[in-house]
């Protein structure tokens, strides 16, 4: 196990994740309403003042790990908040990546860029060097894999830390997000996630009026996540074995977690902030690869379906699937005793309808993008010295798709309980490029990957 800590410790962390919170709904924020972080310092929209940050002055100095497009609009959205925010260094596996983020983000936000050549970091110890040379908030945006060893370090050099989803692929690694989250607590710094749709106006406001009773007693949840295919970055002669993986993370378990993590977890992460953060008992369902079955994509599947069974017989069902040809949507039902909550889709089926499908309530337009809302939140509560702190609702929402992922790749029903105690560690010995990685294909230059009925995950 990977956490840090007596004995005792371990056991509280692991009661985090394993017992439900119970809903706690003062007035305030979307934190202290779905009861997510009992006992913790939470904040809500305040307005930014300024106070003292790097040696004394305005300046908050912001570190970037990982400079894909994600990484980009992220420090695109922090900087845009925050007049005192500049971007001072940058981090990413591959130095070709952070100059095309360097230049972008210097268009976009002019002299809030300050990362000065000496400042750009590449390689495995890149983030080291980037939380060495004085950065007071880092952003997450690597691959995955790697975000619990990268919020362990910038918690422990003191930084605050927003983190993109998922927060890990295996339950170790989550174990880790939650001891790190422990740590974070009690050096009073930020821990906050990039499941966006919790900084939502609309969505606070349409799970607020469900937790408040709009819907009776929810019975079942629908998650669907249907999209196309995503990128391929193709393959180099000159590149490793590692290089190839690194480049190509969304493909491999190891690095991605698979797309029920990497993507459909966004909507997990609803489910359990629906659910005020209760576990499933057990996880099973379907998965595969119909239309990635080329060498190109790894090990994951293209397709997965699974069933979540709660307590009192509640279930929750999750649907996703990334294929071309084939009927798309983005959207989650939440279908409660007295009627049903509709989320993404069209318009005109958003909002809470009744028994007999009458439309109840309607959310107006958010007044600020989900991401940009969680930035100004972030700094605000950093500003007020009440940073937020996400880190059991991140632990638990990933779990939650890391253990529909154990259930699709082995074809079992697994155990809420089994699935985090589990010690299996998606990783290589080490980290360098001419190491083998996890995963190393096959001599057809295929790659093993999980069957159902065989695939062993405990």
């Not at 001072?88 to 972008?104: C, I, N, S, V, Y």
């Not at 422990?182 to 406001?205: C, I, M, P, Q, W």
């Not at 002669?237 to 590692?242: G, I, K, N, R, Y």
């Not at 049903?340 to 069209?346: A, D, F, K, N, P």
Request: hydrophobic share 40%; glycine share 10%; aromatic share 10%.
């Amino acid at each position: 196990m990977a956490a840090r800590g007596s004995d005792l410790f371990l056991c509280k962390l692991k009661c985090q994740l394993q017992q439900p919170t119970q809903p706690a709904r003062p007035a305030g924020t979307f934190l202290a309403r779905s009861g997510l972080l009992a006992g913790a310092t939470v904040t809500g929209s305040l307005e930014l003042s300024r106070s003292a940050y790097a040696a004394g002055s305005d300046k908050i100095r912001i570190g970037l790990i990982g400079c894909g497009g994600r990484g980009a609009g992220a420090a695109s959205n922090a900087l845009a908040v925050n007049p005192q925010a500049h971007l001072t260094a940058l981090a990413d596996a591959f130095p070709d990546r952070m100059d095309g983020t360097r230049q972008a983000l210097k268009a976009q936000r002019g002299d809030q860029v300050t990362v000065e050549r000496s400042h750009c970091f590449s390689g495995f110890d890149a983030y080291r060097q980037l939380l060495a040379s004085g950065v007071d908030v880092v952003l997450l945006a690597e691959p995955p894999h790697f975000r619990p060893l990268h919020l362990e370090a910038a918690i422990d050099a003191g930084a605050h830390v927003f983190s993109e989803k998922p927060m890990a692929v295996d339950a170790p690694g989550v174990r880790r997000v939650l001891a790190a989250g422990e740590k974070a607590r009690e050096k009073n710094l930020s821990f906050v996630s990039g499941f966006e749709t919790r900084y939502a106006d609309s969505a606070r406001e349409a799970v607020r009026r469900v937790h408040d009773g709009a819907l009776g007693e929810i019975v079942a949840i629908e998650g669907v996540y249907n999209t196309g295919p995503l990128w391929h970055r193709g393959r180099q002669p000159d590149w490793t074995e590692m290089e190839f993986q690194m480049r190509n993370w969304y493909y491999f378990t190891w690095l991605s977690g698979d797309h029920i993590v990497e993507q459909h977890v966004h909507y997990l992460d609803y489910v359990g902030w629906l659910l005020h953060e209760e576990p499933p008992l057990h996880a099973w369902g379907y998965g595969g690869r119909s239309q990635r079955v080329e060498a190109k994509f790894g090990d994951i599947f293209d397709h997965h379906s699974i069933v979540y069974e709660y307590p009192r017989g509640l279930r929750v069902y999750a649907l996703t699937r990334q294929q071309s040809g084939c009927y798309n949507g983005v959207y989650s039902t939440v279908l409660g005793t007295r009627g049903h909550l509709r989320r993404g889709g069209t318009r005109r089926d958003t909002g809470i309808f009744d028994a007999r499908g009458q439309l109840q309530w309607q959310p107006p337009p958010d007044r600020a993008e989900a991401e940009v809302n969680t930035f100004r939140e972030m700094f605000a509560g950093i500003e007020s010295g009440r940073p937020i702190n996400d880190s059991v609702a991140m632990a638990r929402s990933t779990m939650l798709a890391i253990l529909g992922r154990m259930a699709t790749h082995s074809g079992q029903r697994i155990a809420w309980a089994d699935a985090f105690a589990s010690n299996k560690v998606l990783a290589p010995e080490r980290y360098a490029w001419d190491a083998p990685p996890p995963l190393l294909p096959n001599p057809d230059g295929t790659y093993p990957h999980p069957v159902p009925g065989r695939t062993q995950v405990l």
